[in-house]
């Protein structure tokens, strides 16, 4: 039974209390905790108490530990580069300075038990349904022996698939409506992404550009399974028999970065393209083995449905999720897409135009020069194009010849393209123009988010064993990036954490 949660001044009250102790017997050491104790000072998480309440019953022994408290212990285990709960239960027994940041009496911290209890609450699934999962026997999960070529995607398993997930959106259906990670999407969002949106650090939370990408997530289990039967004892060493695996959601999959085959998981993330930080604003993990274009679909959806109140106007991708669908659900959406050609649909078109264009969209004039683009009709939704030789650049003028001009007209010759005629070529800022190249390279902030979180906060070296966990370590990761920004942001506006914790004369 969970009866009350302490708010944030509590927790602050009690800084004051116990810094200025710690500070009397280990000044130099305190120190050494400067930006932690400056991220949990900033960290609120009120927002996500009406949130745990939902998890706890209304009758029973009330709890020994507070939630909110453990949920910042877990922030802080990540940020210190701890990706052990076992060790780091033990770090928190032998070190007060970590048991008060994180928000308990030095003599009174939980133990590892508690930790995944906190888990368990939060993941929205039955739990003899999770065990029995875990314990049935299954076959060894093998490596698939087709090896993909250097830099190409794996193909999609069900082909079509994308296209049904868009048509269910599109009706106000939700792919997938009961998830068991939605209470941790809830509070990362709560607690992280909305902050960071209110001090600024998100710009244009209406208008906002959003990246959207996935990269492999390496799991610290064997596809192999442990063997449970008795073959080896009657001197049967290569059986087919059910084996048991340690984490059975997991599953092969081709990382086209490293040309490679790699058993784990696929994390989706939304990335806020248009802040500095390259914050994350929305992950999601699934079989390594599904494509990028099915998780997106699904990523938006579920990000619309987080956050009621903000909207994109922008989606950048890469070719993965070069598929009609996108288009009509990004037109469905009033939001313009920024997405790679496929190499292999390059010239592929839903709806021959009029005229003959390039592999960009861009039409061609009957010397076979690409026309010059000239503006965006709003009002009649379409596109217009004029003779180069008439609205080219001077430098471009000079490698073309054309003895006779298709159009007497001084103005040249002018060419319209409507983007429904083929949604996917005739975007609305044209392909490989200046202006397209300019808004796609922002697409490089999902490659710096997936940097900071795979790289920064080594979340693979948690090796943890189990979908769950995985949210779990991922969202903490990610939660991090959010303090990062806040504390670098406290620094530049001048912030002096001793001086909150300890006073002025003290800090001084």
């Known amino acids: 039974m969970l009866i009350k949660c302490s708010s944030h001044v509590e927790f602050q009250q009690f800084l004051r209390q116990q810094i200025p102790l710690l500070w009397a017997l280990e000044k130099d050491r305190v120190q050494s905790f400067s930006r932690s104790l400056t991220k949990v000072w900033l960290l609120n998480l009120e927002p996500a108490i009406p949130l745990l309440f939902r998890c706890f019953s209304s009758l029973g022994r009330p709890v020994l530990y507070d939630p909110v408290c453990i949920l910042r212990s877990l922030v802080l285990m990540l940020d210190l580069g701890c990706h052990s709960v076992t060790k780091w239960v033990e770090a928190l027994r032998s070190d007060s300075i970590l048991a008060v940041l994180s928000g308990f009496e030095p003599d009174k911290t939980p133990g590892v038990g508690t930790f995944y209890d906190f888990f368990d609450k939060l993941w929205l699934e039955d739990r003899e349904a999770r065990i029995k999962r875990r314990l049935k026997l299954r076959a060894p999960v093998k490596k698939p022996r087709k090896q993909l070529k250097a830099g190409v995607k794996q193909p999609v398993k069900h082909p079509g698939v994308v296209g049904k997930l868009a048509k269910k959106v599109m009706d106000g259906r939700t792919p997938f409506p009961l998830r068991a990670e939605k209470l941790i999407q809830e509070i990362f969002a709560r607690c992280f992404v909305d902050v960071s949106i209110h001090i600024g650090l998100i710009p244009d939370p209406l208008e906002l550009v959003l990246s959207g990408d996935g990269s492999s997530l390496r799991t610290g289990s064997s596809p192999y399974g442990v063997k449970v039967c008795v073959c080896r004892k009657n001197g049967v060493f290569n059986c087919d028999c059910g084996r048991r695996l340690s984490d059975p959601e997991a599953s092969w999959g081709w990382d086209s970065y490293r040309n490679v085959y790699y058993y784990g998981y696929s994390m989706y993330v939304l990335t806020a393209a248009s802040s500095i930080n390259e914050l994350p604003m929305y992950i999601r993990l699934v079989q390594a083995g599904r494509h990028d274009s099915v998780t997106g679909i699904v990523s938006l959806a579920e990000f619309r449905d987080i956050y009621p109140s903000l909207g994109?106007?922008?989606?950048?991708?890469?070719?993965?999720?070069?598929?009609?669908?996108?288009?009509?659900?990004?037109?469905?959406?009033?939001?313009?897409?920024?997405?790679?050609?496929?190499?292999?649909?390059?010239?592929?078109?839903?709806?021959?135009?009029?005229?003959?264009?390039?592999?960009?969209?861009?039409?061609?004039?009957?010397?076979?020069?690409?026309?010059?683009?000239?503006?965006?009709?709003?009002?009649?939704?379409?596109?217009?194009?004029?003779?180069?030789?008439?609205?080219?650049?001077?430098?471009?003028?000079?490698?073309?010849?054309?003895?006779?001009?298709?159009?007497?007209?001084?103005?040249?010759?002018?060419?319209?393209?409507?983007?429904?005629?083929?949604?996917?070529?005739?975007?609305?800022?044209?392909?490989?123009?200046?202006?397209?190249?300019?808004?796609?390279?922002?697409?490089?902030?999902?490659?710096?988010?997936?940097?900071?979180?795979?790289?920064?906060?080594?979340?693979?070296?948690?090796?943890?064993?189990?979908?769950?966990?995985?949210?779990?370590?991922?969202?903490?990761?990610?939660?991090?990036?959010?303090?990062?920004?806040?504390?670098?942001?406290?620094?530049?506006?001048?912030?002096?954490?001793?001086?909150?914790?300890?006073?002025?004369?003290?800090?001084?």
Request: aromatic share 14%; hydrophobic share 35%; net charge positive.
């Open 312 to 508: 994109f106007s922008k989606f950048l991708a890469d070719s993965a999720h070069d598929a009609y669908p996108y288009y009509e659900l990004m037109k469905f959406w009033d939001v313009e897409p920024f997405i790679d050609l496929n190499s292999k649909g390059k010239g592929n078109f839903k709806n021959l135009p009029s005229v003959s264009v390039n592999e960009f969209g861009i039409p061609i004039c009957p010397k076979g020069y690409a026309m010059c683009f000239c503006g965006f009709n709003k009002s009649r939704n379409r596109l217009k194009w004029r003779c180069p030789l008439k609205a080219g650049s001077r430098r471009l003028r000079k490698n073309i010849s054309c003895d006779c001009p298709c159009s007497d007209s001084p103005y040249g010759r002018t060419v319209y393209t409507k983007p429904q005629d083929d949604l996917r070529i005739f975007t609305k800022t044209p392909r490989n123009s200046k202006a397209w190249r300019k808004e796609y390279a922002k697409r490089s902030s999902s490659e710096r988010s997936f940097k900071r979180i795979k790289n920064d906060y080594e979340i693979e070296r948690s090796r943890v064993r189990s979908r769950k966990n995985w949210y779990f370590f991922l969202h903490f990761a990610a939660m991090n990036c959010h303090l990062d920004a806040w504390v670098d942001k406290a620094e530049r506006e001048h912030f002096n954490i001793w001086h909150e914790v300890l006073g002025v004369a003290l800090a001084a």
